[in-house]
């Protein structure tokens, strides 16, 4: 069945070529939403090689923001030196000097990550800046102490609860924004955990576009009269004021949904509001 609104696969995403003059590193890049699919912003799915090294650069027209799906690196963002791992979020604003060390001698770096209301990289202001000097690599510069740090960088296990109503549509166990207004961002992360059997009903936001990432496990979900699978690597878009729902129906796995609010700095800005309950009728075509 042709859909109406984009689902997109990493895996069904051809890399793009990188310019290794341009400071990108060993790996692949992959540009999985933008103008293409009627996004304001472009999503990305990056995999730096083992040891591999993007150089430092900046984007002179976008907020950038990325999420540690797994591995281990080392991150410059302006002064801050830091270790990221699987569960870090990582906030660049506009503007500022940023570069990347896969640590890892073994295993790939993967994110998932926005330039923010950019629809197209070539509209990000990508600048090479050039190669990072030994010093900045130097184990006695790195920082682990997220306080000390003048970019927000959020752990998934550090990031309190939203509070969110059972009268408005939600049954999972929560919700949370790892990154919102509160650290200066104007596109939030979000971050969904759906518990075994466990639905957001059906609901819209009037101000902004939502894109939700599948990181663990497996759901269906309802933008418009769409119904479809929603399995671990799924990017899925929704526009701004369209109806949209996703369900838990795995007796025991959890679904694990990161994603944005894209121009809004949390779901209070979103223009939140509850439509329905998903029904037996929504849930047909998965029977
Ligand atoms: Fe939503």
Request: proline share 5%.
């Amino acid at each position: 069945m042709d859909l109406e609104y984009p689902l997109v696969h990493v895996n069904d995403v051809t890399p793009e070529k990188l310019n290794l003059s341009e400071g990108w590193p060993d790996g692949e890049y992959r540009i999985v939403l933008d103008k293409k699919h009627g996004c304001s912003s472009t999503i990305y799915y990056s995999i730096l090689a083992s040891n591999a090294v993007h150089k430092k650069h900046k984007h002179s027209e976008c907020d950038e923001m990325y999420y540690v799906v797994s591995g281990h690196a080392l991150a410059g963002v302006g002064p801050d030196r830091v270790e990221i791992f699987s569960g870090h979020y990582h906030y660049i604003p506009k503007g500022i000097e940023h570069w990347l060390v896969n640590l890892n001698r073994n295993e790939p770096l993967v994110l998932i990550g926005i330039y923010d209301r950019c629809p197209s990289f070539e509209l990000t202001g990508y600048d090479f800046l050039g190669d990072i000097p030994k010093n900045d690599m130097d184990i006695s510069s790195r920082t682990l102490r997220t306080k000390d740090l003048k970019y927000h960088l959020v752990h998934d296990d550090s990031v309190p609860l939203v509070k969110v109503s059972r009268n408005e549509g939600w049954t999972q166990d929560y919700f949370c924004e790892p990154i919102n207004r509160s650290h200066g961002a104007e596109t939030c992360w979000m971050y969904g955990y759906f518990g075994p059997k466990t639905i957001h009903m059906k609901h819209k936001h009037k101000f902004c576009e939502e894109v939700c990432y599948a990181l663990k496990g497996s759901g269906y979900a309802g933008v418009g009269n769409d119904r479809v699978d929603f399995n671990e690597g799924h990017f899925h878009y929704i526009p701004r004021n369209t109806e949209h729902w996703l369900a838990n129906l795995s007796e025991e796995e959890v679904l694990i949904a990161p994603g944005f609010y894209i121009g809004v700095g949390g779901l209070d800005e979103s223009g939140f509001e509850y439509i329905g309950p998903v029904t037996d009728n929504d849930l047909k075509l998965k029977k």
